[in-house]
């Protein structure tokens, strides 16, 4: 059968229930071109919602005088005869179009289905989304019309007509694997599957494309171009012939202009390079940092053969320097340079284990076999190998530690090896600050050897060094070990003869037992915690109680209990490694006896890990508290151990050792000081470079700052009302902006509260609310999903104060709620401020202020991203103005006109700045 019908709806809402049909669109599909198209609206016998009529532009005007299902739907079942049915997203219109047959007593259809939506992410795994609007976006499918029925049908079509021919550029191999997966998959497409088997058995052609191991298909791995000698000796000229009005860059930039602060920031770069020193370089917004430090490391690296590491914080920034920066410096610098990316072993696949885990299909659930069937895709069209490429569904990324690389493999077959190699090749090498750090305190044995390195968004390193030097442990996350453990060594026992002394039940055993006191544990320090809890402690942004280990807490005769049964968990676990060393043969290699061997080395570290939090008295030198869910299973419980102080350990296993670290950010200064992030990460002074570069936007033309002198005072308890009057001021802002607010809150649970009371104050669902932690999807699907829509108000928390790049017109105000403070009773907070005390330090103004300053200055920046934006920034907050520390804000970010009005007033001023 070679029919197929797409078919895309309009309905009043999502419930098959109480909604119905306003708008059919249908295209049929014959020889893998379109043959036909069908549409019409309906007349519902309810109103239609104004979201819907918004989204749609169809109003309860437009189909007044429309048939009614019943009069369309012979027609629409004589279409579907002899067809599969395509639709993106088959449950939701297959869904409607049964319930509403049913309705009219006319027989449901039972076409053989293809979803678009399940098949896209199996045949493009890398695409960003899976939404229709974003797909035609990122397949280059011209979408003239979306959200009506006939637009989206078409571009359904031609979605799934690409999608057949990408499934008909799959190996032999990948399909043979395809078809024993199908039967889980929502659509039938066992027939594509097995024509495609078809045509590649009998074909003769030998496919170079790919390469095979243990019966997979993989992209073949391609040789790496040595780089060359550098032609330009002179770095002076060498920037001349790229930055200057007739350099390279004007010629590949269309309106290009001269940015002095992009030419200084270079220039101070190279020179800390040949003076072997070390740099801070404040950069704002819109300095163009990433090719600033690019290209003086390009230099470096090849006029004088020396590897530069630049780490980053963010994927999102690698991606940006791999794919959009690489690509230009490539063009403009006079010589040819070698670029790699390198990130931890776990990011990347092991072949072998996904063989051994393709194999084994009895127990999959659905998330299991789309995830192994997106995966089999990937492997034809990666380089890489990285987890980081995929967009796996929830529950893939569990599978996916299942299948990661934990041993160094071979090369041949192994992506984190030709990641290595291509990093020891490389004369720029990227990774992230996590691995950069595990590289620093494991004797530097994870990256190829280097002695200068550039660190973008630095303003996080002391955090990401805080949290590598320290561990983290949890329940969920132990006991997948476990049983990773148990479950590896019960392949093992399989094939080997075991004495009296050690037999597979006495392992059984072992296991049970060591669970069972891992669960007795967690229980345990759930209820400790639970009694402890008084509302002093700390709740973490995810709503978590928090509760920090002092001297007086492990005096407790509760806590011995615990120590106790913390060491009879390592007794157990001793005795698993002493079985798992009989069972694995000496002198042997293979994939099973390698992981028998990381195991081990895993429940050393678990050893270690537990005697660190439970036996050794280690409160000078480390912060260890514990999390609970209170609302959570008993064993919900986080445990976490940082050191209070990091200066020290980076100043002697980092600092000391490399002749330059370049420390950049566009937020590192408080009120033009850089002492607060010199001293945090013990950078010697007698070494050290310090530039601030402004921004080239005329931020006193372009901003506005307001702040309230009205808003009731949150600090005398007034929480309710002060949320309401935000409120307020939102829907007053978002009439004047249309909308296109982002709202940044410092705690998710004053979001939750506010997304809440602004749905029930809102008329006729006016705006569109997206809001994290309540709009499902990640924090880059939000930022689309809000610039998607005309009229949206985005309500973000943790990660959205940084990051989230939203230019031109679709973001006209930002709001910042509360001045972005630590809580002072945060387990890290609390003790890095008695260790200040102790010091003879000041907490508030050494710690807690240059924090929220940072902060603030991170939430500042989502307005302005470019020359031509334009905006307000509302500060709910009167004590940015009134607090005697509030001139530290103002004065670190960049000189704009500051409003201190009523909100009457305010929005007047707003009304006459837009």
Known sequence: MDRYVV?????????????????????????NEIVDEFSTLLRPNKPIPPFVSKLTGISDSDVAFAPLFEEMASDVVEIFKNSYLIAHNVPFDLGFLNAELQSVGMNQLNNPVIDTVELTRIMY?????????????????IHHDPHRALSDAIVTAKLFIQLRRKMESLPLETVEHLLKLEKSFKSDIYELLHNQKERLTYSANQDNRFSICKGLAYKAFHEINEGAESSCHSFGGYLDSIYEQNGKMANLLPNYEKRTGQRQMSECIYDTFRSKNHAIIEAETGTGKSVAYLLPAVFEAVTYKQRIVIS???????????????????????????VALLKGRQHYLDLEKFAIEIANVQQDNYDITLTKAMILVWLTETETGDIDELHLPSSGYLFYQKVSTDSDGDLEYSFYQRARKRASDADILITNHALLCTDIFHDYQYLPTYSKVIIDEAHHFEETATRHYGLKLDYVNLQYTLNRIG?????????????????????????????????????TLFQYVLNKHH?????????RIQYRFTNDSIADKQWNIITEMASRINYFLREQIRFLETIVPRNQENITVNDIRNKIEKLRKLIDDLQHLFVENNLEQFVNWVEIEASGAKNAVYLYSEPRDISHTLANLFFDEKESVILTSATLTMKNSFSFITKRLGIPSERLTTKQIGSPFSYENQVRLMVPNDFPDINKGNMDDFIYATCEAILSLA???????????????MLKRAYELIRELMELDQYVLIAQGITSGSRSRLKKNFQTFDQAILFGTSSFWEGVDIPGDDLSCLMIVRLPFQPPNHPTYEAKANYLREQQGNPFYELALPNAVIRFKQGFGRLIR???????????????????YGKYFTDSIPKVPLAFESTHELMKRAQDWF
């Open 7 to 31: 078919v895309d709806l309009e309905t009043t809402g999502n419930s098959t229930n109480i909604d119905q049909i306003i708008e059919v669109g249908i295209v049929v599909i014959e020889n």
């Open 125 to 141: 795994p890398q695409a960003p989304s899976y939404k229709l609007g974003q797909l035609a976006e990122y397949l280059h499918i």
């Open 312 to 338: 980053t914080f963010t994927t999102q920034l690698q991606s940006q320097l791999l794919e959009e920066e690489i690509p230009l410096i490539t063009d403009i610098v006079p010589f040819p340079f070698q």
């Open 487 to 523: 479950a590896t060594a019960n392949d093992m026992v399989g094939s080997t003869t075991l004495t009296e002394q050690v037999s597979f039940e006495s392992w059984k055993e072992l296991i049970a037992k060591t669970k069972y006191e891992v669960d007795e544990l967690f229980r």
């Open 535 to 543: 509302d002093k402690y700390a709740r973490s942004d995810t709503g």
């Open 735 to 749: 009439e004047i902006t249309s909308g296109r607010m982002m709202i940044l809150f410092t705690s998710y649970d």
């Open 866 to 884: 470019s020359s031509t934006d334009r905006g307000i920034v509302f500060v709910c907050d009167a004590r940015i103005v009134k607090a005697r």
